[in-house]
């Protein structure tokens, strides 16, 4: 088959049993080919490090996979549940995210937790500079990133059904003080100017006391979202 854009084959690190994954989708996941003699072909996809992300395809039917990595890993960290199932939320109020389609937390499938979702095809900048985008465009393209990460922050959490996730207020003071944390770990020196600005991001956070509570997205940039090839430049979260 042609290789599905900024895929490689499977990393030997992220390899798992294909046979028994097809066994698996052919059993839960409605509209999955079941035809034996068409071949289930997977690809990794080269971004989506955290999570790794690969391309199905058996048919015509094409699907993106999500899963955990194998191994040890920190007790917060890629928790592939909450992804999928603040996906879903988002889906079902209409943002343009791919539709979440099954989730799996039988990890003797493939040895991790994971979840499928449906394939969108689109366009994806990964040299930010746009090289061979026109400035016309790029106004486009920017304005589309703009309007949808409000949308995003527009939704109420309770009415997502999402209240039991994230960490609840203080949102601000979390970040300064993360920063100042990761900062000062790292530093092999004092920089007078770095104190004096960790100083006053805490002394000037918001006067309501960092009450709001929204939806961010941890990674919006414009090489981590899929543009609707049509006009309009309609990102999708990638």
């Not at 928790?79 to 079902?92: G, N, S």
């Not at 004096?196 to 991001?201: P, R």
Request: net charge negative; glycine share 6%.
């Amino acid at each position: 088959m042609a290789s599905e854009p900024n895929t490689t084959e499977v990393r030997e690190q992220h390899r798992f049993c294909q046979g028994a994954l097809e066994e698996y989708l052919c059993r839960s996941l409605p509209g999955f080919p079941v035809e034996p003699r068409e071949v289930l072909k997977i690809r990794q996809y080269s971004s989506g490090q955290s999570n790794p992300t690969f391309y199905l395809k058996k048919g015509l039917k094409t699907y993106v996979l999500r899963k955990k990595p194998h191994g040890p890993l920190l007790p917060q960290a890629h928790k592939i549940d909450r992804e999928y199932w603040i996906q879903k939320a988002l889906f079902a109020a209409g943002f343009p995210v791919p539709e979440p389609l099954l989730y799996c937390s039988d990890v003797s499938v493939i040895g991790t937790q994971f979840y499928m979702m449906q394939h969108v095809q689109g366009r994806i900048f990964r040299d930010i500079t746009l090289p061979e985008v026109s400035p016309a465009e790029r106004s486009a393209l920017y304005i589309a990133i703009i309007e949808t990460l409000a949308k995003l922050h527009s939704f109420n959490v309770n009415s997502l059904g999402l209240q039991d996730y994230g960490q609840g207020t203080g949102y601000c003071k979390r970040q300064v003080s993360t920063w100042m944390r990761q900062y000062q770990a790292a530093a092999h020196i004092q920089i007078p100017v770095m104190t004096e600005l960790s100083e006053w991001l805490m002394s000037n956070l918001p006067d309501d006391d960092d009450n709001e509570i929204t939806l961010i997205h941890g990674d919006f940039r414009i090489d981590n979202i899929i543009f609707d090839p049509r006009e309009e430049f309609l990102p999708l979260k990638n």
